[in-house]
Nanobody
């Protein structure tokens, strides 16, 4: 099993940037499909970005495409999400998730391990 732990959240003004990190303990991050999800108050958890085992292929929700970048450092056992040009609608708790499946999927049920979440708040 792998135990993801997110960090890097905070409060920023619209147009600002944040970099989220997901550090993995237990099994190494390199053995899992990784993804970021987010959940705003009263909303369903939604897919943000995913990345394959090696980092060669990445996938993004339409709402964040061109603004967010997912990356992984398997040697450092860390997953990242760079959030640029932030908008108030990006406000949510962001979760790191790991999957034992063979490819990136956008549904939460495909992921086996989850972090505790880190809050991102974007003010106008």
């Amino acid at each position: 099993q792998v135990q993801p732990v997110e960090s890097g959240g905070g409060s920023v003004q619209a147009g600002g940037s944040l970099r989220l990190s997901c550090a993995a303990s237990g099994r190494t991050l390199g053995g899992y499909i990784m993804a970021w999800f987010r959940q705003a108050p009263g909303k369903e958890r939604e897919f943000v970005a995913g990345i394959n085992y090696t980092g060669r292929y990445t996938y993004y929700a339409d709402s964040v495409k061109g603004r967010f970048t997912i990356a992984r450092d398997n040697a450092g056992n860390t997953l990242y999400l760079q959030l640029n040009s932030l908008k108030p609608e990006d406000t949510a708790v962001y979760y790191c998730a790991a999957s034992r499946r063979g490819s990136v999927e956008s549904v939460p049920s495909a992921y086996d391990y989850w972090g505790q979440g880190t809050q991102v708040t974007v003010s106008s």
